[in-house]
Antibody
Framework: QLQLQESGPGLVKPSETLSLTCTVS??????????LGWIRQPPGKGLEWIGS???????HNNPSLKSRVTMSADTSKKHFSLKLTSVTAADTAVYFC?????????????WGQGTMVSVSS | QSVLTQPPSASGTPGQRVTISCSGS????????VNWYQQVPGTAPKLLIH???QRPSGVPDRFSGSKSGTSASLAISGLQSEDEADYYC????????????FGGGTKLTVL
């Protein structure tokens, strides 16, 4: 079945750009009902939606992150990327990618295992 | 501070029924469906309930969800030790340009 795997540096310096990749295996995301969401979880805290990348190539970000977020995907829709600029310690979190399914209902139904990113000099 | 409000903790004994509440507003829960996720610490969230009360395939019918107005609830009956986890509610919020919001999470302890 479909699996998602996040990857990227575990340590990023303040003011630099955090870059992560989500790799899809065991299936495809090439369906207009599917989209890719990024969600993060600071240590000991709750979940926060970062943004979503849609089949059409459009994106939608959490307004709290303003214009710091960029999301993209390769043409095969097997590799999705997240870039978060000007990071601070507040961006330290486990970052998850998740398959979004949008039909008569909308939900994040399959999740990657998550990758921990620390922001520190 | 989370947009959706959940109690930080809940507890019950094996076999008991527990409920977890999720309070929101007219721009999220009243207007849109609520999803619930279960997260065992150190692992990824798992979808438990979607569309307020629908269970995905494989989720035991001990888990049920409901919604009324600006609040939603998750009920777990016949509590089992493996139900000990963190539970999160989520909904789309129509304010600003729209965004997903989550509750702060409820840590369920099985005594």
């Amino acid at each position: 079945q479909l699996q998602l795997q996040e990857s990227g540096p575990g340590l990023v310096k303040p003011s630099e750009t955090l870059s992560l990749t989500c790799t899809v295996s065991g299936g495809s995301m090439s369906n207009s009902r599917h989209y890719l969401g990024w969600i993060r979880q600071p240590p000991g805290k709750g979940l926060e939606w970062i943004g979503s990348f849609y089949y059409s190539g459009s994106t939608h970000n959490n307004p709290s992150l303003k214009s710091r977020v960029t999301m993209s995907a390769d043409t095969s829709k097997k590799h999705f990327s997240l870039k978060l600029t000007s990071v601070t310690a507040a961006d330290t979190a486990v970052y998850f990618c998740s398959r979004g399914f949008s039909d008569w209902y909308d939900v994040f139904d399959i999740w990657g295992q998550g990758t921990m990113v620390s922001v520190s000099s | 501070q989370s947009v959706l409000t959940q109690p930080p903790s809940a507890s019950g004994t094996p076999g008991q029924r527990v409920t977890i509440s999720c309070s929101g507003s007219s721009s999220n829960i009243r207007s849109n469906a609520v999803n619930w996720y279960q997260q065992v610490p150190g692992t990824a969230p798992k979808l438990l309930i979607h569309s307020n009360s629908q269970r995905p395939s494989g989720v035991p019918d001990r888990f049920s969800g409901s919604k009324s107005g600006t609040s939603a609830s998750l009920a777990i009956s016949g509590l089992q030790s493996e139900d000990e986890a963190d539970y999160y509610c989520a909904a789309w919020d129509d304010s600003l340009n729209g965004f997903w919001v989550f509750g702060g999470g409820t840590k369920l302890t099985v005594l």
